[in-house]
């Protein structure tokens, strides 16, 4: 008897001798070793939306800010968030979020870790093998409708290794839609829009023009009148950024009544361009404007990277100094203006927030955090997925990594409580609607390089600040981030949120000796996730002392 699955696989032979890995941010690597990947993700979305009685599972074909010849993928969970330790939708076939279980068995792990066997079957039979096994082993019944939504970015290889999905859905016998060219949050969208459709907990049209409206009509309630000064120049990395935002500036007020946005960088006809000199990727790792910017002096300008899940803000002042105004920035900044509101509205007394960082957070942006706005800071390891699920414990939870990936989430129960309350006096009601506008205008899915930016103008315009007066709410400690070649990384095992290492043995110690030594220092080494490499951190009272500390640390890794 034909078996569909062996055949579909058959059509995508594994490249010889490559090891996979469903790592951070999922597959990622080269290209033209990814098909047999892809068509055995479609295999895995499938047994994940049938393990969930057929809800959405979101596929997104991507390499985000790695270079044009690269490529990845990443499965997305039914409320649009990462491959998750605990789902909140589970095993019940109805769409209600509220519905919370501690049934589910499927952890992240299990689920990664399924994926990466499956992506390393030599023979489609095994493939065939495996996917039978993890049926019986989770009770999956294959009788069950599978659907699976998937989008791609813009680079060269992202058709061909959709078909090599297609392949594998068709194979499983799984129901796709393709959106064909998306950012990654805006497939995030989607998925969470399929899942929730005809619920009370509706998030959105499952359209690019409903997440367009989304974001227009939310981005004009939450600016209540303010006009946004000046202008921005968005660097879009000449990725899938571009066109969307082009797309999305048509439901934004005109020109004049709004905010006058340039979009620079968004040349998705030449794929080659991605990510080269240009991004949020270059612009953070190399502490300065991409190469062809024509922005003069305190122009305000941002960079996304190359799927759009990214920004960072940044301007040169008037003595030609470049500013960069990061993840950690754009956190302080968020959670002081949400922070306010939830004062203002008289929702104090229900309402905490908080603040999730990673060890790369500057120092001086979680003293900030803790001294001024008096918030609780919470540190989880790097990788959007570890933030996300610290962030989902916390009433409002306000989380970014340094490099501009983040959102702030509202609980469930915080959505209600904004939902129902009745404000006591004409300021309370003015700062609920803007609170409420707020979260509609969050992608309260996953960091969204587009939500966000609107988040931060929104601010600013009601701060009456530029980016001066927002760079001047505290000063960063001097930073330097280094990058070890080791032979085997995986020797580095980290603890206390990757701030300390537990092995080799006697490294930590090694480090803290120095450490100690200098005037505001702390240093970690840390392994990459998504390279063969050891990555080292160093802070200190002054520039000198951080680019000391960081040798001296690396020194110690090598
Ligand atoms: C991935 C992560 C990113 C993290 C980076 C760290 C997602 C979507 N992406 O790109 O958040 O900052 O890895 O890379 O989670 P590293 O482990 O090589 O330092
Ligand atoms: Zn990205």
Same mark, same amino acid.
């Given at each position: ?160 290794? /959709? ?164 993840? $950690? ?103 609920? $609607?803007? /609170? ?39 000063? $960063? ?82």
């Amino acid at each position: 008897m034909a078996d569909p699955i062996a055949e579909a696989v058959a059509k995508h032979p594994p490249a010889q001798s490559v090891v996979y890995s469903y790592g951070t941010a999922g597959f990622r690597t080269k290209a033209n070793v990814l098909d047999s990947v892809m068509a055995r993700c479609g295999l895995v979305a499938a047994l994940r939306s049938r393990a969930l009685k057929g809800k959405w599972i979101g596929i997104m074909i991507t390499a985000s800010h790695n270079p044009p010849e690269d490529n990845g993928v990443k499965l997305v969970e039914p409320l649009g968030n990462m491959l998750t330790v605990w789902s909140t939708l589970l095993l019940y076939p109805c769409c209600d979020v509220r519905m919370r279980t501690r049934t589910n068995r499927y952890t992240q792990e299990e689920w990664e870790v399924l994926a990466t066997e499956m992506a390393n079957k030599s023979s489609p039979e095994e493939v065939s093998k495996h996917y039978r096994a993890i049926a019986d082993k989770f009770h999956i019944d294959l009788q069950t409708p599978a659907r699976v939504v998937i989008a791609r970015d813009t680079r060269a290889s992202g058709a061909r290794l /959709l078909s090599c999905v297609l392949n594998g859905l068709k194979g499983a016998s799984a129901e796709a839609k393709d959106f064909g060219f998306l950012t990654t949050p805006q497939l995030h969208y989607m998925v969470r829009c399929l899942n929730t459709e005809g619920t009370a907990d509706a998030y959105g049209a499952p359209t690019e023009k409903g997440y367009y409206e989304k974001l227009g009509e939310a981005f004009k309630r939450a600016l209540h009148g303010k006009k946004p000064s000046g202008s921005l120049t968005v660097d879009c990395a000449n990725g899938v950024g571009g066109p969307k935002l082009t797309e999305l500036i048509k439901y934004l007020p005109p020109k004049g009544e709004g905010l006058e946005i340039f979009v620079v960088n968004d040349d998705v006809i030449k794929p080659e361009s991605l990510n080269v000199e240009c991004g949020a990727d270059f612009v953070k790792t190399n502490q300065r404007a991409p190469p062809s910017s024509k922005a003069g002096s305190n122009d305000r300008c941002c960079s996304l990277d190359g799927d759009a899940d990214r920004v960072i803000y940044y301007f040169k002042d008037s003595k030609n100094m470049f500013h960069l105004l990061d993840g $950690d920035r754009i956190a302080t900044l968020a959670a002081s203006f949400l922070g306010d509101l939830v004062r203002q509205s008289g929702l104090s007394d229900s309402l905490t927030l908080g603040v999730v960082q990673t060890a790369y957070a500057n120092g001086a942006a979680t003293n900030y955090v803790v001294q001024n706005l008096k918030l609780k800071v919470d540190c989880t390891p790097t990788g959007v997925k570890y933030l996300h699920h610290a962030a989902e414990k916390m009433d409002i939870g306000v989380y970014f990594e340094a490099n501009g990936h983040g959102t702030v989430i509202f609980s469930i129960d915080t959505l209600e409580t904004i939902a129902k309350y009745e404000p006591r006096s004409p300021a309370q009601k003015e700062a609920l $609607d803007i /609170l409420r506008a707020c979260v509609d205008l969050i992608n309260q899915a996953v960091g969204d390089a587009l939500s966000d930016m609107l988040l931060v103008e929104v601010i600013l315009a009601h701060k009456n600040w530029g980016l001066q007066e927002w760079l001047s709410t505290y000063d $960063d400690l001097p930073n330097r981030l280094l990058k070890v070649k080791v032979t085997d990384r995986r020797i580095f095992e980290t603890t206390d949120a990757e701030r300390r290492l537990v092995k080799p043995k006697g490294v930590q110690d090694d480090i803290d000796t120095i450490v100690k030594k200098v005037r505001q220092g702390r240093s970690f080494a840390r392994a990459s996730g998504t390279e063969d490499a050891v990555r080292v951190y160093a802070e200190a009272a002054s520039r000198a002392e951080a680019d000391d500390l960081a040798q001296k640390v690396y020194k110690i890794i090598e």
